[in-house]
């Protein structure tokens, strides 16, 4: 009998393998072999198909059945499978026509009632299929709509493995079959938090405005109460929507994140916020199996934020200063290795003591000076030197809330603030075309040097005379250059002139709000 074949796909990160799934029926005692590298979740498939088969009313073949996932050194990883082994197996027995399973890519889990349960990751397994040169996929239906956002290939929604034999040409009866609905974990659009919301501290909203126009990463340090995390929490309102292919990539790093999609692309910028008990791998992905990604990995073209910085481990915090320089990390493990991107806009958010009433007007803090030091010593200075902005956030006083709510000036709404980075960024983007780069931040300090981006020896006096004092390094130079860019885009300059220098280097040091 001649080997039956179809198609899945294999995720390695965010990148799909097509996989061929071949199915073979010999002589010998009833047996079910699986091979081709799959993992623990993936070799117990053998008993979910045989039970799905048999409840499905398409039981499998009573001889020897081999199946066979190729390419047989890529390693095979999750649930995903199912169908595709079944459809393989029905199409060894004469089931269904060979030439029927072999012409489409087949995803998704079967319970042991026949039915086809939703898996994680159908958005970037579909994108891989259609880059192969398929043409039709068959999917769960409770992902069908996070498939449709895929263009240029037919998708087809099915319940269970019954619909998907008759579908193939099978000859059994139609049954009424309930789909496995979707969990109810799916994006939803909701109301973002609004800058309109924050009282005084100008200069802290000032700053968050010039980090969304150029890409910055911020550090604020300030007591409790300060409105540091009010503030982060505002900063993806100022971000601009994200591009078609931003929106593709970020919503199948949720996809694959197992994170409910349903049939919408994520046009607004993520936001992420682990706990500061949070360890390396659920800060970076990983993971002993599968390798799955990590909080930065999420974040990706939106923001990352550190409530509480200081309370993070320091090897933690260390883990991200590769990814803060390349925009990727990539995840070696015994099982194999995965890259993901991780660009994003890092915000840390400290207090200024382990008590938080160092440098407070009205309280006294009790923590000695070795205490303090101690405790800042987590944020390491390579980390600390790749933060563009540095914040001192300070507790508003009554006086400074009555001015704020009385003198009747314009509210700073998020969409008014929007407006002004998003002229920004234009005027860095047409700068920055051909390069690759979008933002500022992004901008290799050798081109920024270079004519005709140099910055006149006027302008930049005062910062070579920081490098050369040591008071910056060459990576902090070349921060100060981006941040000065940036805000000579938000004052519609077309150079940064030596104030525009001045106060990326004041920002860069540390300004108080």
């Not at 037919?154 to 034999?165: F, S, W």
């Not at 503030?231 to 790093?253: G, H, K, N, V």
């Not at 974040?299 to 590769?322: K, Y």
Request: with cysteine; glycine share 10%; aromatic share 4%.
């Amino acid at each position: 009998m001649a080997v039956a074949r179809t198609f899945a796909v294999a995720l390695t990160g965010v990148r799909g393998d097509v996989v061929e799934v071949e199915a073979d029926i010999s002589a010998g005692l009833p047996a079910f072999v699986l091979i081709g590298l799959p993992d623990a979740a993936l070799g117990e498939s053998r008993k979910r198909v045989s039970a799905a088969a048999s409840n499905a009313g398409c039981a499998l073949t009573q001889r020897k059945l081999t199946v066979n996932l190729s390419p047989a050194s890529l390693r095979k990883q999750g649930s995903g499978f199912d169908l595709a082994i079944a459809v393989a197996a029905l199409a060894a027995s004469g089931e269904i026509p060979a030439e029927a399973a072999a012409g489409a890519v087949h995803l998704g889990e079967l319970g042991l009632d026949g039915r086809l349960r939703p898996v994680p990751g159908i958005l970037p397994s579909v994108l891989a299929a259609r880059d192969a040169g398929f043409r039709r996929v068959l999917v769960p239906s409770a992902n069908a709509e996070e498939a449709g956002l895929v263009g240029g290939i037919e998708v087809v929604p099915v319940v269970g493995l019954r619909a998907a034999a008759i579908l193939h040409g099978a000859e059994l009866d139609p049954v009424d079959e309930e789909p496995v609905p979707l969990s109810d974990d799916v994006a939803r659009s909701g109301p973002e938090p609004d800058m309109v919301d924050v009282s005084g501290n100008d200069e802290a909203v000032d700053a968050f405005v010039v980090a969304a126009a150029g890409g910055h990463n911020v550090s604020m340090v300030g007591p409790p109460g300060a409105g540091k995390t009010m503030l982060a929490r505002r900063l993806p309102s100022l971000l601009p929507d994200l591009t078609a292919e931003q929106a593709l990539e970020s919503t199948s790093i949720r996809s694959l994140a197992g994170r409910g999609v349903g049939g919408v692309l994520v046009h607004r910028p993520p936001f992420e916020s682990p706990h500061h008990t949070a360890s390396a791998v659920a800060l970076v992905g990983g993971g002993t199996t599968r390798l799955v990604p990590g909080a930065i990995v999420r974040a990706t073209n939106g923001v990352l934020f550190l409530d509480e910085a200081a309370e993070f481990p320091a090897s933690v915090l260390d883990a991200l200063r590769q990814p803060l320089e390349s925009g990727g990390i990539t995840i070696h493990r015994a099982s194999g290795t995965a890259a993901f991107p991780a660009r994003f806009q890092l915000v840390l958010a400290s207090n200024p003591c382990p008590c938080g009433r160092y440098g407070s007007a009205d309280e006294e803090c009790s923590c000695t000076p070795i205490a303090r030091r101690r405790y800042f010593a987590r944020l390491s200075g390579p980390l600390l030197d790749r933060i563009d902005l540095h914040l001192t956030v300070r507790r508003l006083g009554l006086g400074a809330l009555r001015t704020s709510t009385d003198d009747g000036a314009p509210a700073r709404s998020s969409a008014m603030l929007r407006e002004r980075v998003v002229q920004a960024r234009a005027a860095a983007a047409e700068r920055l075309a051909g390069t690759g780069w979008s933002t500022n931040a992004e901008a290799a300090g050798p081109w920024l040097r270079s004519a005709p981006r140099r910055v006149p020896p006027a302008a930049r006096a005062a910062l070579d005379r920081a490098l050369e004092r040591g008071g910056v390094t060459m990576r902090g130079y070349d921060r100060v250059l981006r941040v000065a860019w940036t805000l000579a885009d938000l004052d519609g300059a077309a150079s940064p002139t030596a104030d525009q220098v001045g106060r990326a280097l004041y920002l860069r040091r540390g300004v108080g709000a």
